[in-house]
């Protein structure tokens, strides 16, 4: 089954192609030749993946996906959450991103974050919303050298290494991407 994934970051298409098996083709947006820049522009995670899946369905009228995720901190009142992308400023610099999060809690004890991912699934017209959760803590320095964006800084509950540190086949396994795609595929067997 063709699939669009309304996103060109390698990383996670990378990744969801693993997770999805061979019984899924994804297509990204340079795949079926989309080169505009989609709106993401709502004040929550359920509305951004909303507004891109939408987005593509409107123009291209095929069945899509869309994602959006963020870091949510308890003692930063769930910041960076939709603005984890450009929390830093606009030219969405991870190492920025990071060190203005370590900044922030220098002084506080309460390491506490998740990262929510959010998937709005359009099929035959229908929407459904899948949401994958992980919980972790926010460590005092960068660590490791893979993944992206808040990885070197985020510790999952029950583990020592932070997601930098962590192989990608593991990191998908308990990640919130890969979470939210289980929810996915499994709703895709289903029908
Ligand atoms: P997006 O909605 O997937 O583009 O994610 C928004 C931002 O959240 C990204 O630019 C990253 O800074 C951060 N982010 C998303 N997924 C991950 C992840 O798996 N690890 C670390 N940071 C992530």
């Given at each position: 089954?063709?699939?669009?994934?309304?996103?060109?970051?390698?990383?996670k298409?990378?990744e969801?192609?693993?997770?999805?098996?061979?019984?899924?083709?994804?297509?990204?947006?340079?795949?079926?030749?989309?080169?505009?820049?989609?709106?993401?522009?709502?004040?929550?995670l359920?509305?951004?993946?909303?507004?891109?899946?939408?987005?593509?369905?409107?123009?291209?009228?095929?069945?899509?996906?869309?994602d959006d995720t963020g870091l949510e901190?308890?003692?930063?009142?769930?910041?960076?959450?939709?603005?984890s992308?450009?929390?830093?400023?606009?030219?969405?610099?991870?190492?920025?991103?990071?060190?203005?999060?370590?900044?922030?809690?220098?002084?506080?004890?309460?390491?506490?974050a998740r990262f929510r991912t959010v998937i709005?699934?359009?099929?035959?017209?229908?929407?459904?919303?899948f949401e994958g959760i992980v919980e972790g803590?926010?460590?005092?320095?960068?660590?490791?050298?893979?993944?992206?964006g808040y990885d070197?800084?985020f510790?999952p509950?029950?583990?020592?290494?932070?997601f930098?540190?962590?192989?990608?086949?593991?990191k998908n396994k308990i990640s919130h991407r890969g979470r939210a795609v289980e929810k996915?595929?499994?709703?895709?067997?289903?029908?």
């Amino acid at each position: 089954m063709k699939l669009i994934f309304a996103t060109n970051n390698s990383h996670k298409l990378t990744e969801l192609q693993a997770l999805l098996g061979s019984s899924y083709e994804l297509l990204s947006l340079n795949d079926i030749g989309c080169h505009e820049e989609i709106p993401e522009d709502q004040p929550t995670l359920e509305g951004n993946s909303r507004q891109k899946a939408f987005y593509i369905f409107d123009r291209y009228g095929l069945t899509c996906f869309a994602d959006d995720t963020g870091l949510e901190i308890d003692a930063l009142n769930g910041n960076p959450g939709v603005f984890s992308a450009r929390y830093a400023g606009k030219d969405k610099d991870s190492n920025a991103n990071m060190d203005k999060v370590l900044n922030q809690l220098e002084k506080i004890n309460n390491r506490k974050a998740r990262f929510r991912t959010v998937i709005t699934l359009i099929i035959d017209g229908e929407e459904k919303l899948f949401e994958g959760i992980v919980e972790g803590k926010i460590i005092r320095e960068k660590r490791g050298k893979g993944g992206f964006g808040y990885d070197p800084i985020f510790v999952p509950d029950g583990f020592d290494h932070t997601f930098a540190e962590m192989q990608p086949d593991d990191k998908n396994k308990i990640s919130h991407r890969g979470r939210a795609v289980e929810k996915l595929v499994h709703y895709l067997k289903s029908l």
